[in-house]
């Protein structure tokens, strides 16, 4: 092998300029024809020369597009994803050591094929009702564990990492490490999601990746992908590229975050907010203490006056004052009971000396008794001549006897 | 069972807050029972505002162990540091 080498060896723009001059002999590289799709369009604004990159399934190939040969072409408007014809030769460019396409005309070929395989997929999975608003899932409103499906190295995770952190630094974060973009990429993304799943602690799924060009993002309108957000029984938020891009994994996600830093902001609350509803909250419970205290003063003093009224003080007063009445009462009818008998006494004695016999006597009757045995006389056949008779008169008494 | 208050995440703790207070204003409580959710309650925000004040976002990494189950690790800040974009 050594022996083949050429000696003395070549320095570095040797090598570039032999390989520069190899390409400009070939026939077919001096002029051809490409199709392909166009993506990383840019055109340099100071020098109005434009750069892209055309590619198919399988290959790319750098382009340059001179800005006098755009002029010379018409100035074609060209834009990422569109399918191309252009025309012209080969070379390679030695301060950067590529091979480019110097194209010199353009024609479009309307949509790419890429474009055209997307278009296909979306409506396929739409007559499915993959995108459907009735498939989409509520995002818990704050939850503990967020799984997060991107490449570790991606700036994207370290946005999102950091707007978790500000906003809500009680979840815990959950990466299931994925390639997000090349071949590999989609079914990468897919068993990130299943292995989340299959975890079931994440309760929220972000899947995300930084901007790139719509071929970087590919991986994200890729069947698998899809399939997997559809099947993920944990809510999946979507944040991918930039505002313009729409994958078809925004379309199937229960949530379409435009940006990583967007997904993980509507994912998770904002505990400034809490910590004002915990002030607010706090607040409330100082015054229902406060007011609950107020009114409980206010049942025991309603409670002391009741007492106060019903104490056994307030009823001996009334008592006290009760049995004055009746005392007065008592003294009143005894009174009047009083002369009621000393009226009936005074009666009761004027009737008995009208009925005594000495009233009789002092009008001049005598009572008259045998002396002997003091037997009232009252008839003729009671005496006899020569017995004594005792009579009594009103003021005293006379024995007599009868005459013979 | 009752769970105490350590055990409780700062949604669990602030949600039985929110309900304290309710009870509070709501309930014919006896005085002895409404200082002590009082004081539970003031025990509850002081929970959830510590909470709020020393949490700081966990990062752990998913991957498949040998039986190929998930099986999260905690990453090192250090390990997101490098970007190759």
């Known amino acids: ?404 | 069972m009752v769970r105490t208050m350590e055990e409780l995440s700062f949604e669990e703790a602030f949600q039985q807050l929110e309900e304290t207070v309710l009870t509070l204003q709501n309930g014919q409580l006896p005085l002895e029972k409404a200082i002590e959710h009082f004081e539970r309650g003031m025990r509850l925000v002081h929970y959830c505002n510590d909470l709020l004040q020393r949490a700081e976002l966990r990062v752990r990494q998913l991957t498949v162990d040998g039986q190929g189950m998930p099986v999260a690790q905690p990453l090192e800040p250090s390990q997101l540091t490098d970007e190759i974009e």
């Open chain 1, 1 to 404: 092998m050594l022996a083949t080498l050429n000696e003395p060896p070549l320095t570095v723009s040797e090598a570039v300029h032999y390989l520069k001059k190899l390409l400009e002999q070939d026939e077919l590289l001096r002029s051809l024809w490409v199709q392909g799709e166009i993506s990383d369009y840019k055109v340099h604004l100071a020098s109005g020369h434009c750069y892209f990159t055309l590619k198919d399934e399988t290959a790319q190939l750098l382009c340059v597009f001179f800005k006098h040969a755009r002029q010379r072409a018409g100035l074609p408007e060209l834009r990422n994803g569109m399918a191309v014809l252009a025309a012209g030769y080969v070379s390679f460019y030695e301060q950067h050591g590529r091979l480019q396409l110097y194209v010199e005309y353009v024609e479009p070929l309307g949509e790419g094929a890429l474009y055209r395989r997307f278009e296909q997929l979306k409506e396929r999975l739409a007559a499915e009702g993959l995108f459907a608003e009735a498939r989409k899932r509520p995002l818990p409103s704050a939850p503990a564990v967020i799984g997060v499906v991107t490449s570790l190295q991606a700036a994207a995770l370290r946005d999102m990492l950091r707007v978790l952190r500000t906003r809500y630094p009680l979840a815990e974060v959950l990466i299931a490490p994925a390639l997000v973009q090349g071949e590999e990429a989609p079914a990468s993304i897919a068993a990130a999601l299943d292995l989340l799943n299959e975890h079931g602690e994440a309760e929220v799924i972000i899947v995300a990746r930084g901007g790139g060009s719509r071929e970087e993002l590919w991986a994200f309108n890729d069947e698998l992908v899809a399939r997997a957000i559809a099947r993920s029984r944990i809510p999946v938020i979507s944040g991918v590229g930039h505002e313009t891009d729409v994958t078809i994994a925004d379309l199937v996600a229960d949530y379409r975050a435009s940006t990583p830093t967007a997904a993980a902001t509507i994912a998770v609350p904002d505990v400034a907010r809490w910590r004002q509803d915990l002030l607010e909250w706090q607040r409330r419970l100082q015054e229902c203490i406060l007011s609950y205290l107020a009114e409980q003063r206010e049942r025991l003093l309603r409670a002391e006056r009741d007492l106060r009224r019903a104490s056994p003080r307030g009823q001996l007063d009334q008592q006290r004052q009760q049995l004055d009445d009746l005392s007065e009462r008592l003294l009143v009818s005894m009174q009047t009971l009083l002369t009621l008998q000393r009226e009936r006494l005074r009666g009761i004695a004027r009737h008995l000396e009208t009925l005594s016999p000495l009233e009789t006597l002092a009008r001049g009757y005598a009572i008259v008794r045998r002396a002997e045995d003091q037997a009232l006389v009252t008839t003729v056949e009671q005496v006899h001549p020569g017995d004594r008779l005792l009579l009594q008169l009103a003021n005293g008494s006379v024995t007599v006897q009868v005459l013979p």
